[in-house]
């Protein structure tokens, strides 16, 4: 683990005065790792290229070690210059200033698949979790895959039903990093069917809008406002302020009610307005790759893992 500590003229460091752009890159999951690489290779080049030196958070995953060996992996064979880990297992050591120290010197902060609700009880509200905020103001590329992908927006799903029809209060809403606000962000999005959960809780809270991405696709957030979609799958938008829904009444587990709801279905090359919530433009790409499919991020960890040391 890099404890280099950044100072006013490092490279992870914006000149003063300057403005910099903020940037999320939010994976679906089960990305591909192993042959053309798309997503992956995007952040790579959105923190430095040759020049990046990303940290990874595998904390949520139940593999944490196999995580962080796969992405030293894939990011070793896009070029970047370094990359590192940071693994805290407990709220006290998420306030290592070695963990922090690590952070402030990255370009890109990475954080793996796994279990989201761990990663809000041991991160969030912590100085690594400052670390991570701090990073994501001053320029350095902020990713997540799966579970990291849900807990950088304010609110994150932490558990809940999947499925077709909306029922009412079978989710359920945890803090996240807050580096998204407005947006409830869900993944694995069509491979395992959680258009359901999404809209049963857009529905409850209204003023907030659901984006829900397929795997082996991210959604690239710039300045929480342009989303543009790379990827094999699509990015779905869901806005329910002008909706109707009895989510105020609605009995415990009854399918919810809702009338009006508008849905955006984005594939690679679209670019979306958050706050307008609307297409800006699209650039049709006719991806080649077929979206890779997991049943759990553990068997993903696993098989990419295995396949590294082949």
Known sequence: MSTHMASVSDPADPPRGEQVDRTLLV????EDKRRRVIVLKRFVRLAGGADARIVVIPTASSMAEEAFEVYQS???????????????????EASDPAL????????????T????????????????HDAITRAYHRGAVVGGTSAGASVLSQ?????????????QRVSQLSAGLGLLPGVILDQHFGQRTRYARLLSLIA???????????????????????????GSGAVYVV?????????HEARRDAPLMVSGAVVHSLPYGATFDLQAAQLTDFVEMHSEVAVVTSPTDVHDTANAAAALRR
Not at 74 to 92: D, I, K, L, M, Y
Not at 100 to 111: L, M, N, P, R
Not at 113 to 128: A, D, E, M, R, S
Not at 239 to 244: E, F, L, P, T
């Open 113 to 128: 698949g796994g279990n989201q609700l761990k990663l809000g009880q041991l991160i969030v509200g912590t100085p690594l």
């Open 27 to 30: 994976i679906g999951g089960a």
């Open 155 to 167: 609110f994150m799903i932490s558990m809940g039903e999947e499925g077709v029809a909306p029922r």
């Open 239 to 247: 806005d329910a302020r002008s909706a109707v829904s009895d989510a």
């Open 100 to 111: 922090v120290e690590a952070i402030d010197a990255a370009t890109g902060v990475f954080v």
């Open 74 to 92: 894939v990011f070793g064979r896009q070029r970047a210059r370094e990359t590192s880990v940071v693994n805290p297992q407990s709220r006290q």
């Open 204 to 230: 409850a809270s209204p003023s907030l809008l659901g984006v829900g991405i397929d795997e082996d696709t991210a959604a690239e957030i710039v300045n929480e406002r342009s989303m543009t979609v790379v």
